[in-house]
């Protein structure tokens, strides 16, 4: 998968050089192309990163480029066959992470599972998975990280969607699933910040040239979604990078237990799969399966 920054995001961008020199971002998803611009713009601006995942493969592949873009062999530490729905499997990439770097002082929870399906189709195992990716998930790795974040003082980011701030048809698991995680950073935030952590969300909107926006559309509709969003525009991958950027920085050093939403404000006109799937697709959909009963 190419790079999405270059040099040209610490030379020509607004943050200064080696803003997070000396620290360590653990990030779970690592190879996903939302959670890749975040270790991207992080290592740029100084930071370690650790990128969990479970593809061998892909978890190399990721880390020798990201690792190219600063020079130095050992800014990214490649940790495969991590399955996050395993507390024991994070609490070890935890360990490993602190074997090589010493300390964690940022996280991102962000492996994730969606696919489009609607209610009567839905299976219970099929919840489930996206339920324990998301959800346990993201719990397990905020509680296998929190000790080395009680030494650093240092913060979390869930990676969280807008699929659930109403009724979305064909998105109920994830939005289950991130509704929850909204409700577990905002817990975290109350019960972790007097001992110096700050828990936030990131909701990002349609962002362009990533696995979650290829997989919830087609080609034939990115114009009518450009349409609903107010901004005429889809997100960018270095959007997230910038509001990651921004929620770890010094300047969101008060800003705790909030969901920042990158989405150019789409979430206020509705979804694609309400304005072009809600309800003919859906009543297809449904009377398959009410044919059978």
Same mark, same amino acid.
């Given at each position: 998968?190419?790079?999405? %920054?270059?040099? !040209? /995001?610490?030379?020509?961008?607004?943050?200064? +050089?080696? $803003?997070? &020199?000396? *620290?360590?971002?653990?990030?779970?998803?690592?190879?996903?192309?939302?959670?890749?611009?975040?270790?991207?713009?992080?290592?740029?601006?100084?930071?370690?990163?650790?990128?969990?995942?479970?593809?061998?493969?892909?978890?190399?592949?990721?880390?020798?480029?990201?690792?190219?873009?600063?020079?130095?062999?050992?800014?990214?530490?490649?940790?495969?066959?991590?399955?996050?729905?395993?507390?024991?499997?994070?609490?070890?990439?935890?360990?490993?992470?602190?074997?090589?770097?010493?300390?964690?002082?940022?996280?991102?929870?962000?492996?994730?599972?969606?696919?489009?399906?609607?209610?009567?189709?839905?299976?219970?195992?099929?919840?489930?998975?996206?339920?324990?990716?998301? %959800?346990?998930? !993201? /719990?397990?790795?905020?509680?296998?990280?929190? +000790?080395? $974040?009680? &030494?650093? *003082?240092?913060?979390i980011l869930f990676v969280s969607a807008t699929f659930h701030y109403y009724g979305v048809p064909f998105q109920g698991p994830v939005g289950a699933a991130k509704a929850g995680i909204d409700a577990l950073s905002n817990n975290i935030a109350v019960e972790l910040a007097p001992f110096g952590i700050r828990s936030n969300c990131i909701a990002?909107?349609?962002?362009?040239?990533?696995?979650?926006?290829?997989?919830?559309?087609?080609?034939?509709?990115?114009?009518?979604?450009?349409?609903?969003?107010?901004?005429?525009?889809?997100?960018?991958?270095?959007?997230?990078?910038?509001?990651?950027?921004?929620?770890?920085?010094?300047?969101?050093?008060?800003?705790?237990?909030?969901?920042?939403?990158?989405?150019?404000?789409?979430?206020?006109?509705?979804?694609?799969?309400?304005?072009?799937?809600?309800?003919?697709?859906?009543?297809?959909?449904?009377?398959?399966?009410?044919?059978?009963?």
């Amino acid at each position: 998968m190419p790079l999405t %920054l270059n040099e !040209s /995001f610490v030379i020509d961008g607004s943050w200064k +050089p080696d $803003l997070f &020199k000396g *620290k360590v971002v653990f990030i779970t998803g690592g190879s996903g192309t939302i959670c890749r611009v975040q270790a991207e713009a992080m290592v740029l601006l100084g930071a370690n990163a650790a990128l969990v995942g479970r593809d061998p493969v892909k978890m190399e592949e990721t880390c020798s480029e990201i690792c190219s873009l600063v020079k130095r062999k050992d800014a990214c530490l490649p940790i495969a066959n991590c399955d996050v729905r395993n507390y024991n499997d994070v609490e070890e990439a935890v360990h490993q992470t602190l074997k090589k770097y010493g300390r964690i002082d940022y996280v991102i929870a962000g492996a994730a599972g969606n696919f489009i399906c609607d209610f009567m189709n839905l299976s219970p195992n099929a919840f489930k998975s996206v339920i324990s990716i998301d %959800l346990l998930g !993201s /719990f397990n790795t905020m509680k296998a990280c929190t +000790p080395a $974040l009680l &030494k650093s *003082k240092g913060a979390i980011l869930f990676v969280s969607a807008t699929f659930h701030y109403y009724g979305v048809p064909f998105q109920g698991p994830v939005g289950a699933a991130k509704a929850g995680i909204d409700a577990l950073s905002n817990n975290i935030a109350v019960e972790l910040a007097p001992f110096g952590i700050r828990s936030n969300c990131i909701a990002p909107g349609a962002i362009d040239d990533t696995e979650g926006f290829k997989r919830l559309s087609k080609p034939e509709m990115v114009q009518n979604v450009k349409k609903m969003i107010p901004l005429q525009r889809l997100g960018s991958k270095k959007d997230i990078a910038e509001a990651t950027v921004f929620l770890f920085s010094p300047a969101a050093s008060y800003i705790n237990g909030h969901v920042l939403v990158v989405d150019g404000g789409m979430w206020h006109t509705g979804t694609l799969f309400t304005k072009e799937l809600y309800p003919d697709e859906l009543v297809k959909s449904g009377n398959k399966v009410i044919s059978k009963l």
